[in-house]
């Protein structure tokens, strides 16, 4: 970092200069209130709705952050593309895709819907996440048991993030395991269409979904996970060769094309940068080759995603042209 700085190699020059612009598009996406938070779990119901936080970090390492960017919150949905990434690099494209598919769904994220050869559509809505966990459970190294599973998946998440911030929220594991009657139903649903590989074991591969959810980090951490995927699966600070750059690409089609709920084509169109949301809020954006961001608001539209993200997002490419066409 300090010899690139020597040499102004920056990916961003001008940082400072940048970041002053961010920091204006916080202030304006603050004062925003539509949405409401999430309400299907106490724990995110009772989350404040002003929590707004914005963290960027370059594929370089330079990094900003600005509101509450060290407020933990679960992972939800954004821990779709971390699970799809790990089976994805220890399974092959392959076979993953010999499982779930790479279509967008055009429904809501959990509906109960399968794709036209039954499978789930794409490993970014619940079926599609639930399927990548039993792939996670069942192929790769199966005689590991479920807690020792939830060590390997949390220390793989660990390492996209750097080792920064990353923790377990049980209380919402077991609000989500609580009040998880669609995804039990989808769970059935796929083992009714024979899904699954051979010896799932059902419960085991939804409480792996469950406690994927429930991973906690908070919007500097995220945003070095983006960036390990803006960085061909480098990790920028830690230097790590976390992932395969062919894992990457897979990964962040797919979150062009599915990521932001039942917005992802007017996302894609309109924002044009692969994307992540999940119901606590947060909003994981990858620009590849220049930096990851994660964006934070528990106020959700209709659609799911965070108001305040997704205005900050058409904010950023209001300004900047990262829109990839
Ligand atoms: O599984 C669920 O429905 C919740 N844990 C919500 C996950 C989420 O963020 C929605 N995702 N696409």
């Given at each position: 970092l300090i010899s690139r700085a020597f040499r102004h190699q920056f990916i961003i020059p001008d940082f400072p200069g940048f970041t002053k612009h961010i920091e204006?598009?916080?202030?304006?996406?603050?004062?925003?209130i539509e949405g409401k938070v999430a309400a299907y779990i106490p724990q995110l119901a009772h989350m404040n709705s002003e929590y707004w936080g914005v963290s960027i970090c370059t594929i370089d390492g330079q990094r900003f952050s600005i509101g509450d960017t060290t407020i933990p919150f679960t992972l939800q949905s954004c821990s779709k593309p971390l699970t799809y990434a790990i089976a994805l690099e220890k399974l092959g494209q392959e076979v993953v895709h010999k499982y779930v598919g790479q279509e967008p769904s055009g429904r809501n994220f959990n509906e109960l819907v399968l794709d036209h050869n039954k499978k789930p559509h794409n490993p970014m809505i619940n079926a599609g996440a639930i399927l990548v966990c039993s792939l996670l459970k069942s192929l790769i190294k199966p005689e590991m048991t479920l807690a020792e599973k939830f060590d390997f998946t949390m220390n793989?998440?660990?390492?996209?993030a750097g080792g920064e911030s990353l923790g377990?929220?049980?209380?919402?594991?077991?609000?989500?395991?609580?009040?998880?009657?669609?995804n039990y139903a989808l769970g059935f649903y796929m083992r009714e269409h024979k899904c699954y590989p051979e010896k799932t074991n059902l419960?085991?591969?939804?409480?792996?979904?469950?406690?994927?959810?429930?991973?906690?980090?908070?919007?500097?951490?995220?945003?070095?996970?983006?960036?390990?995927?803006?960085n061909g699966g480098i990790c920028p600070i830690t230097e790590e060769k976390v992932l395969r750059p062919d894992s990457v690409r897979d990964v962040l089609s797919l979150m062009h094309s599915c990521g932001m709920y039942d917005y992802?084509?007017?996302?894609?169109?309109?924002?044009?940068?692969?994307?992540?949301?999940?119901?606590?809020?947060?909003?994981?954006?990858?620009?590849?080759?220049?930096?990851?961001?994660?964006?934070?608001?528990?106020?959700?539209?209709?659609?799911?995603?965070?108001?305040?993200?997704?205005?900050?997002?058409?904010?950023?490419?209001g300004e900047?042209?990262?829109?990839?066409?």
């Amino acid at each position: 970092l300090i010899s690139r700085a020597f040499r102004h190699q920056f990916i961003i020059p001008d940082f400072p200069g940048f970041t002053k612009h961010i920091e204006d598009f916080y202030w304006k996406c603050k004062s925003n209130i539509e949405g409401k938070v999430a309400a299907y779990i106490p724990q995110l119901a009772h989350m404040n709705s002003e929590y707004w936080g914005v963290s960027i970090c370059t594929i370089d390492g330079q990094r900003f952050s600005i509101g509450d960017t060290t407020i933990p919150f679960t992972l939800q949905s954004c821990s779709k593309p971390l699970t799809y990434a790990i089976a994805l690099e220890k399974l092959g494209q392959e076979v993953v895709h010999k499982y779930v598919g790479q279509e967008p769904s055009g429904r809501n994220f959990n509906e109960l819907v399968l794709d036209h050869n039954k499978k789930p559509h794409n490993p970014m809505i619940n079926a599609g996440a639930i399927l990548v966990c039993s792939l996670l459970k069942s192929l790769i190294k199966p005689e590991m048991t479920l807690a020792e599973k939830f060590d390997f998946t949390m220390n793989y998440f660990k390492k996209l993030a750097g080792g920064e911030s990353l923790g377990f929220n049980n209380a919402v594991f077991l609000s989500e395991r609580e009040a998880a009657d669609r995804n039990y139903a989808l769970g059935f649903y796929m083992r009714e269409h024979k899904c699954y590989p051979e010896k799932t074991n059902l419960r085991e591969c939804m409480d792996l979904y469950f406690q994927c959810c429930s991973m906690e980090a908070n919007c500097e951490s995220m945003s070095v996970m983006a960036a390990t995927l803006a960085n061909g699966g480098i990790c920028p600070i830690t230097e790590e060769k976390v992932l395969r750059p062919d894992s990457v690409r897979d990964v962040l089609s797919l979150m062009h094309s599915c990521g932001m709920y039942d917005y992802s084509g007017q996302f894609a169109f309109k924002v044009g940068i692969p994307a992540k949301s999940g119901v606590s809020g947060s909003l994981l954006m990858v620009i590849p080759n220049v930096m990851g961001i994660c964006t934070w608001s528990p106020p959700l539209d209709m659609l799911g995603n965070s108001c305040r993200g997704v205005q900050f997002c058409e904010e950023l490419v209001g300004e900047f042209n990262f829109h990839r066409y």
